[in-house]
């Protein structure tokens, strides 16, 4: 179609050099095409100075639906008169049954304007013949007809009355002048926005012409990376890990073995944690290789039997068990490689304070707050004679730096650590106490088999990174925040997390 219009234009141009088209919309009309089509064909055609143009602007009237049912069939007022004309006297009921609700409410009250009609009691009674009187609106648009509708076929005055009455309206047609431009031709050549591996091939880039190019232009905005909440709430905890004197362990391997996800932890091997239904294991390899052997005897004796002041769990310790991979259930697997690390380094035990913020997974019912993985952000510290009240006192220090003043402590079990408590901070929003975070001191059963000094006491305390990221940017429902159905706009519009401490 386009090319057709330009055709034509580029045609009608080329009949002598001073030929023009002295208005677009009526040689539109005349060579039956549309007037957008054109005015976009004749832009194209003028950037690249085929033509040159003048702007035109045409004002004329144009009636509305109700204003052509008045120029056919007279006004409401002068239907209402010759209604009451016909029939003597009528009551409004029968006047609207006759000529139709509308047209009686509108033609009623310029007939009395006009002092046409009176009421009677309940009736109209006619003061007029419709022979005494003229239609004035149907005559007015009568005029404007026979004037081809242009703006000086009426009065300004009479064209208020007509737009009050939403009979007729004002129009502006823009429109166009053409002429000859600089680099006319009765035929344009397409030009090639770009050099193609075909040009190269066939020589064609030698003859072809080019668009120019715009060097001014901004171009397409690049798309960069950007950090999702979780990431940017991790970055913040890390960095106040870091000022708190934390080392970061390395959480890099997913998959662990039984024996450093529980066994390493004094959890029994008939632990409910250990069901298929609550922990993923691997098919796939289905067993580590190896752990060290003289540590793995004294974890295995220390079930059976006991030591450090404990009885142990008094079962047979079974090796298949210990050894099947799965994927790790919290980061505590590499908390226990760390210490063991720590025990049996060069030169003997050091002091400590390491952390984690990493991914771990359960068999858990997905729900609005619980998804199948999830981020848990844990520290511990390592020292002599450390007590609760160590403990304690670093989980208020960490939480005060992200802006948690408010903490209650509930006492819990946890088969590893020995207090243990449950944190519970208060949440402004919800205005109530809700769980943020477990901790407590490992136990000796757990520590002894290690090699750790007999003074040495490790606190540990962990929590989610999904629930203060919830907070922090108002998410209802965790799987709007992680998983396949985050929104990809929320994370490039997320802003940056920030958390205040508090003195």
């Avoid at 939403?166 to 166009?176: D, G, H, M, Q």
């Avoid at 390493?264 to 632990?271: A, I, N, R, T, Y």
């Avoid at 670093?394 to 020995?418: C, D, M, S, V």
């Avoid at 007999?454 to 606190?459: M, S």
Wanted: net charge neutral; proline share 4%; glycine share 6%.
């Amino acid at each position: 179609m386009t090319e057709a219009i330009e055709s034509k234009l580029l045609g009608h141009l080329s009949t002598s050099a001073d030929a023009s088209i002295d208005d677009t919309f009526p040689w539109s009309s005349s060579e039956k095409l549309d007037h957008e089509a054109v005015v976009g064909t004749i832009k194209s055609l003028l950037a690249d100075d085929f033509v040159k143009v003048d702007n035109l602007s045409t004002s004329f009237y144009s009636l509305t639906a109700e204003g052509e049912s008045i120029l056919a069939e007279g006004s409401q007022e002068y239907k209402v008169l010759k209604a009451l004309e016909e029939s003597g006297t009528i009551a409004l009921k029968d006047l609207e049954e006759k000529v139709g609700k509308s047209i009686a409410k509108i033609g009623m009250g310029n007939c009395m304007k006009k002092k046409w009609i009176k009421k009677d009691g309940g009736n109209l009674v006619a003061l007029k013949k419709s022979a005494e009187v003229s239609d004035e609106v149907q005559d007015m648009l009568k005029k404007l007809k026979a004037a081809d509708f242009a703006k000086d076929g009426i009065s300004d005055k009479e064209f208020k009355d007509l737009k009050r009455r939403k009979i007729a309206n004002l129009v502006t047609r823009k429109s166009f002048k053409v002429e000859r431009g600089p680099k006319y031709a009765p035929q344009r050549v397409k030009k090639s926005a770009d050099l193609t591996k075909e040009m190269l091939e066939s020589g064609a880039w030698k003859t072809a012409e080019f668009k120019p190019y715009n060097f001014m232009t901004l171009g397409e905005k690049v798309g960069g990376g950007y950090l999702h909440p979780l990431l940017k709430v991790r970055a913040e905890f890390r960095k106040i890990l870091m000022e708190m004197g934390f080392h970061e362990m390395p959480t890099n391997k997913w998959v662990e073995s039984s024996f450093w996800n529980f066994d390493s932890l004094f959890q029994p091997q008939s632990h409910p944690a250990r069901d298929a239904h609550d922990t993923f294991f691997i098919k796939e390899p289905a067993a580590t290789v190896s752990v060290p052997e003289d540590y793995y005897e004294r974890v295995k004796k220390m079930h059976e039997v006991g030591g450090a002041g404990s009885i142990g769990y008094r079962y047979d310790f079974k090796k298949e068990e210990a050894f099947k991979n799965l994927l790790r259930t919290h980061t505590t697997a590499i908390s226990s490689q760390m210490l063991y690390k720590l025990a049996n380094q060069p030169g003997g035990f050091k002091p400590a304070r390491y952390f984690s913020i990493d991914r771990v997974f359960r068999n858990e019912t997905m729900d609005a707050t619980h998804l199948c993985e999830f981020h848990q952000v844990e520290g511990l510290v390592a020292d002599y004679d450390l007590s609760l009240g160590d403990l304690i006192g670093t989980i208020e220090t960490f939480f005060k730096k992200i802006g948690i003043t408010q903490l209650r402590f509930k006492p819990a079990f946890n088969p590893y650590t020995e207090p243990s408590m449950e944190i519970f901070g208060y949440h402004p929003d919800l205005k109530k106490w809700t769980e943020i975070g477990n901790s407590g001191m490992f136990r000796p059963e757990m520590l002894a088999p290690m090699g750790l000094p007999e003074n040495v006491r490790v606190i540990a305390w962990g929590l989610s990174l999904e629930r203060p990221t919830m907070i922090k940017y108002r998410i209802k429902n965790i799987r709007d925040l992680f998983g396949h159905k985050v929104e990809m706009a929320r994370t490039r519009t997320a802003p940056i997390c920030r958390f205040d401490a508090v003195e």
